[in-house]
């Protein structure tokens, strides 16, 4: 669900025509959509207020790897929504729009000792370990700061969850399933049972729960429910054991419909889902939705730059965006509905949608079928707001897409595109050149 829409024969975000975003902004540049964002934090805050028996006061952490532009993330602040954290920057991120420490996650396979200080003295809600290593380094920073510590700048003894992995793994493609046998990420169920007994016993960490998050984009909730079993599971036996558990963090990894079907269960299925299996168990959940907050909340806005209609047969539709403004296609296969700003009449064609960048990997799409499109003209890829701007790059020496911000009639630059000037200042020369 979304609020980009034709208007008067023109695609608008909200109340504003993409068309006067082009014209202020340019070209490549995101435009996000506020009421989408609010829309999709709303239907979850509501699924898990009307489950408060089985989740507690659910927290809602939206990912922030998925979208991290500051506006963004003051957007969802303001919702009461927490936030999902993978690195000191992230946490930064979060803390200067106002997300208060209690609400912050961290997460992360690979925190570093300077990051886990960090985290600790923000008192953030949680820091999810995901290993045996991690937890040595964990107690030790912990043990080392309190030593630090004055009457005037406390440190609290974090709260910390085990980082689950339940051997199931989901989600849209390979590389972003987590919850694998095989992959990087927390520990086997074994192991996390270990580490909970060792944390008890540490003075310098307080265990308060299990996290899980077994991969991204996933379209079915049977997966997701498997793992929640594992959690409800290893909840009861930690419990026998005579441990304190309380939370829940069951991770994000709902897909959304990128071809445009209803395919993608609802979020109010999926809480329920989450209710059902922890029913009775008496902890507080908290979920951490990346995508299913963002993807559908932004646009990737481009020009066309040019029809390549080569003698062979194949057409190019060859766009100002490239791989390094929207990477999803080429790391992933992901595939982006291409729509025009203002509708082109015509019969639809095969187009290979292609960006400048000088690699083949640059290629959006092939074979799409689309009306015929002409230099100049804007089109948009839809579903572009969870992973897009944040995974770009200035490959090719390529600005930095600009992102816009979209509420009902107002619109805002919430990141200009740097000027050339400004990308080359972040470089010194060598002095010696
Ligand atoms: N929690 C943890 C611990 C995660 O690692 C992730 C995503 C999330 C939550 C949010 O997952 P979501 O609700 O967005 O599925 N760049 C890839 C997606 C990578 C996801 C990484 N982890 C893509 O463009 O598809």
């Known amino acids: 669900?979304?609020?980009?829409d034709l208007k008067?024969?023109?695609?608008?975000?909200e109340g504003v025509s993409l068309e006067t975003l082009a014209q202020e902004a340019g070209t490549p540049t995101y435009a996000y959509s506020a009421a989408t964002l609010r829309r999709h934090y709303g239907l979850l805050r509501e699924a898990c207020d009307a489950h408060k028996g089985a989740l507690g006061d659910a927290l809602i952490a939206f990912a922030v790897k998925a979208n991290s532009n500051l506006s963004v993330l003051a957007t969802l602040a303001k919702l009461g929504c927490g936030a999902d954290t993978v690195s000191e920057g992230e946490i930064r991120r979060a803390l200067a729009v106002g997300i208060p420490g209690e609400r912050i996650i961290f997460s992360g396979v690979g925190k570093t000792d300077a990051e886990l200080a960090f985290a600790i003295e923000q008192g953030v809600r949680q820091i999810n370990v995901e290993s045996s290593a991690e937890l040595d380094r964990l107690i030790a920073v912990s043990s080392s700061l309190k030593q630090v510590a004055t009457a005037s700048r406390p440190i609290g003894t974090p709260n910390i969850a085990i980082r689950v992995n339940p051997k199931i793994g989901a989600g849209g493609h390979a590389k972003i399933t987590t919850g694998g046998a095989g992959d990087k990420f927390g520990v086997p169920v074994e192991e996390a049972m270990a580490l909970y007994a060792r944390a008890s016993a540490s003075p310098h960490v307080t265990p308060v729960g299990l996290a899980c998050h077994i991969g991204s984009q996933i379209t079915d909730l049977s997966p997701l429910e498997a793992a929640f079993r594992v959690l409800r599971q290893m909840t009861e036996e930690l419990r026998a054991q005579g441990h304190s558990v309380t939370r829940l963090d069951l991770g994000g990894g709902l897909g959304v419909p990128y071809y445009g079907e209803a395919a993608t269960p609802s979020p109010a299925e999926y809480v329920a889902m989450a209710a059902r299996v922890l029913d009775g168990l008496n902890v507080e959940a908290a979920f951490e939705p990346g995508r299913l907050m963002a993807a559908n909340a932004?646009?990737?806005l481009s020009r066309v730059i040019q029809v390549n209609e080569r003698t062979d047969g194949r057409r190019f539709l060859v766009l100002d965006a490239a791989m390094n403004d929207l990477m999803r296609p080429?790391?992933?296969?992901?595939?982006?509905?291409?729509k025009p700003v203002r509708p082109v009449a015509g019969a639809a064609l095969p187009h290979d949608v292609?960006?400048?960048v000088c690699e083949t990997g640059d290629t959006f799409a092939r074979d799409r079928d689309l009306p015929p499109l002409k230099a100049g003209d804007l089109v948009v890829f839809m579903s572009a707001g969870a992973y897009g701007a944040v995974m770009s790059s200035e490959y090719n020496t390529r600005p930095l897409a600009a992102e816009v911000l979209v509420d009902g009639d107002r619109h805002a630059v919430i990141r200009p595109r740097p000027t050339y000037d400004e990308m080359f200042a972040r470089e010194p020369v060598a002095d010696w050149l």
């Open 298 to 300: 932004g646009v990737l």
């Open 354 to 356: 292609v960006g400048p």
């Open 330 to 338: 080429a790391l992933y296969d992901a595939f982006h509905d291409l």
């Open 1 to 4: 669900m979304h609020y980009f």
């Open 8 to 13: 008067d024969g023109v695609l608008h975000a």
